[in-house]
């Protein structure tokens, strides 16, 4: 009966501790394994998620820079509402070609205008004008259309964007380069006039740059990264043979299972898993918001789960062979000594027994002064109990949140605890991501918060440069959280010795009365304003801010200049300075907003300009009334010299009737003379061109050339050449009569006869120039 009842209770004992030691290590290890794949699901989640957003950011910034091209062409179009625009459209041509040629990065830079706008006395609301630059074989041309005569075509894309009135990236197209077909797209900014639809300001984009950026992502091995527009049209991909497709061909039971297209058209952000092949696949696509327009695009990243999960599963299943050969050493162990427990392994078991249901309560542990294994064993129970325990606390302080909880592995093979160390460690690196992305969000926040304030700030005081200064400065220094601010504006009242002038200033929390005048190119604030550049120091001089605050003697010690520049044309300079270093997002926001203060600026000094020469009219207008009086009061007079008067008219007559011969005389020549015959100012611009010289300025009309100079039309060396013959003339005030100079023009060389006549009037002061070149033969 003995040995019966010992081989039962061994056997009793093995089982009870091996289905005890199984239950716990399953709960718990299927509890690790649970939060462990959990835990690498997430943290592959939120990388994936960082690429995306990292992706998206970079296309962002690049339509971002597309747009705010687009902005700046459209705020100079509004210069049509003050000027003749007859004259501004050879302004704006010229410009076009330039643009064109500086900016490679576009296919074309246009724009287009209502004739409401162009046109005085034009009452309809259609008909437009397009100037379109490009370049074509490395020389830079602009057509010029006239466009929607009998109405808008209300299924295009010019009356969606005159009906939104709003910044819009539109939706791709195909066009062909040399038989190739590729995908472009258009970025447009609306021009207004008080508010109204005047016409659009934009570019034409060759979307290839962006298969560089979903080529150069690497989250993870065999992702799929693809970009799409607002229609749903695919404009990159890691398959370039889906490029031009739309989602609703590549991927149709995704898109009307989750209605994707729907999603990306709204701008929204989303996750959902797939299963392609057999393969299930985590898909993320986030939104990519360009700006204020309506018209969102995305990013979409496809990662193979397995992918991710493939750590994870490897420490699972070490997991599961270290605790399966710990029972086979547990269960012999059991075997070997169970012949000498009796009492003691009752209520060792009935502690396991306890530990199988959950509980670990410390107070129920097992004291056992055998001296032998028996005694060994209820220690290691104790222990087991007290890890348990320690483990529970720790899983509940990071299930609290508290992610620098403290944990002390039991021995070097406590594997549970390991990986409760590497599920803290992931949950901390995925928390540290979410705080530094929160900090990117702020400041993008703070920045967008602040262009929006200062574009309702630049909207106002823009008949007074002093007040505007004034807010602009007041509003930035606080924004920035800065001690001091000034700003410098181009005073080219004196042509021959322009200034830069401060116009207002302000510094600890007061408007400051300063008056400073810096000549281009000394100081900090000449050289910012001369070199066109940022300058950003710290540890300034001691003597360089002469402005304090009472409150003590120390001074800022980090400055900030930047140049106010609309397009390559500097009008002046901000100045800020503070007790902190800037950050890199304080100076990316003071530069970009001083763009738009730099055309405000422009704006507002053509404004005073404007209201002066108006005043000015008006001074004039009441000297001739006073003149007028003076008339009346010498009217005796005037009746006494009437007859002088009818003769001088009758002369006048005469002189008129030969001036209108000459002028026949001289429009004949100008239109029908094969020889080129010109007409310039004293400066060099042309007055007068005959219709033969149209094909060498490529013009259609002579208007196009009138009011610009060789150096605008010709190559420099013609053009220097040119300018030297005529400055010879202007000195000597005496002529070039057939000189004689070998031309190449249109591949053939000619020798051509070069005559100029100098103008002069009644006091023999000279007023320009009279050319005509004769082509004597062909080389």
Not at 588 to 598: P, R, T, Y
Request: net charge negative; proline share 2%; aromatic share 8%.
């Amino acid at each position: 009966m003995k040995i019966g009842l010992k081989n039962m209770i061994r056997t009793k004992m093995l089982v009870y501790v091996l289905v005890t030691t199984i239950s716990v290590l399953s709960v718990v290890g299927g509890f690790v394994a649970y939060r462990s794949n959990k835990t690498a699901l997430n943290d592959a989640t939120l990388i994936a998620k960082g690429e995306a957003q990292k992706m998206a950011n970079l296309v962002k910034a690049d339509l971002e820079l597309d747009l705010g091209f687009s902005r700046s062409l459209a705020n100079a179009l509004n210069v049509y509402n003050n000027y003749d625009p007859e004259r501004l459209d050879s302004i704006f041509y010229n410009i076009l070609k330039k643009q064109v040629v500086e900016n490679p990065r576009y296919m074309s830079v246009w724009f287009t205008l209502e004739y409401s706008l162009i046109k005085k006395g034009y009452t309809l609301n259609y008909g437009r004008r397009s100037y379109t630059a490009f370049v074509k074989n490395g020389v830079p041309m602009v057509d010029v259309q006239h466009k929607n005569l009998t109405g808008d075509i209300t299924t295009s894309n010019y009356y969606a964007s005159k009906t939104c009135n709003c910044e819009m990236v539109l939706d791709p197209y195909v066009f062909q380069i040399d038989g190739v077909e590729r995908l472009g797209a258009s970025v447009s900014v609306p021009v207004r006039r008080n508010g109204t639809f005047q016409g659009l300001g934009g570019i034409d984009l060759d979307l290839s740059k962006f298969q560089k950026i979903v080529d150069q992502s690497k989250a993870y091995s065999n992702t799929i990264v693809s970009l799409i527009s607002n229609n749903g049209t695919i404009v990159a991909h890691s398959n370039t043979e889906y490029v031009k497709k739309t989602l609703r061909a590549v991927i149709p039971e995704d898109d009307a299972e989750y209605q994707i297209s729907e999603k990306i058209k709204r701008g929204t952000s989303f996750s959902y898993y797939s299963n392609v092949g057999g393969i299930k696949r985590l898909n993320i696509y986030e939104s990519i918001q360009v700006g204020q327009t309506s018209t969102p695009w995305s990013i979409g990243l496809s990662v193979p789960v397995s992918v991710i999960m493939h750590d994870a599963r490897s420490s699972m299943i070490s997991g599961i062979i270290v605790a399966l050969f710990g029972l086979i050493v547990i269960g012999s162990v059991i075997w070997v000594l169970s012949g000498a427990i009796t009492d003691p392994i009752q209520k060792t078991t009935n502690l396991l027994q306890n530990l199988a249901q959950g509980d670990i309560d410390k107070t129920k542990k097992v004291f056992v002064r055998s001296g032998d294994e028996i005694e060994a064993m209820a220690k290691s129970v104790s222990k087991v109990i007290d890890g348990l325990n320690s483990t529970e606390i720790f899983a509940r302080e990071i299930g609290k949140g508290n992610l620098d909880a403290k944990f002390e592995l039991l021995g070097e093979n406590d594997i549970l605890g390991k990986s409760l160390l590497e599920m803290q460690k992931s949950l901390k690196h995925a928390n540290e991501l979410e705080i530094e992305r929160k900090k990117e969000e702020e400041k993008q926040n703070w920045a967008t918060k602040g262009i929006a304030m200062f574009g309702d700030i630049l909207r106002q005081n823009n008949d007074n440069l002093a007040e505007l200064s004034y807010n602009i400065i007041r509003n930035l220094v606080g924004y920035t959280g800065s001690i001091q601010g000034g700003i410098f504006v181009l005073n080219d009242n004196d042509r021959d010795n322009p200034t830069v002038d401060m116009t207002a200033c302000y510094a600890y929390d007061r408007r400051k009365h300063l008056q400073k005048s810096i000549i281009i190119g000394e100081g900090l604030v000449g050289r910012c304003f001369l070199e066109g550049k940022s300058i950003f120091m710290v540890d300034i001089p001691k003597d360089y801010i002469s402005i304090t605050s009472g409150l003590g003697k120390e001074n800022p010690r980090c400055l900030l200049l930047v140049p106010l520049k609309v397009n390559d044309d500097t009008l002046g300079v901000i100045e800020m300075a503070t007790f902190k270093v800037y950050e890199k997002h304080h100076i990316e926001f003071i530069e970009k907003i001083a763009s738009s203060i730099a055309s405000t600026l422009s704006s507002v000094r053509i404004n005073i300009r404007t209201a002066e020469l108006l005043a000015k009219s008006q001074q004039q207008a009441e000297e001739m009334s006073a003149q007028e009086e003076e008339m009346r009061q010498n009217m005796e007079e005037l009746q006494a010299t009437q007859e002088e008067m009818e003769r001088k008219r009758q002369e006048q007559e005469v002189i008129q009737d030969e001036l209108r011969e000459d002028k026949s005389l001289l429009d004949s020549l100008l239109h029908n003379s094969p020889d080129h015959i010109y007409q310039k100012d004293i400066e060099g611009k042309y007055v007068h061109v005959s219709n033969s010289m149209l094909e060498i300025f490529n013009a259609s009309s002579p208007f196009e050339v009138i009011g610009l100079s060789d150096y605008d039309l010709l190559d420099r060396e013609l053009a220097s050449r040119n300018y030297m013959d005529e400055q010879d003339v202007i000195k000597s005030k005496s002529p070039i009569i057939n000189k004689i100079y070998i031309e190449m023009r249109n591949g053939v060389q000619h020798k051509i006869a070069v005559t100029i006549l100098p103008l002069l009037n009644n006091d023999k002061e000279i007023t320009g120039i009279l050319g005509v070149t004769k082509v004597l033969t062909d080389l």
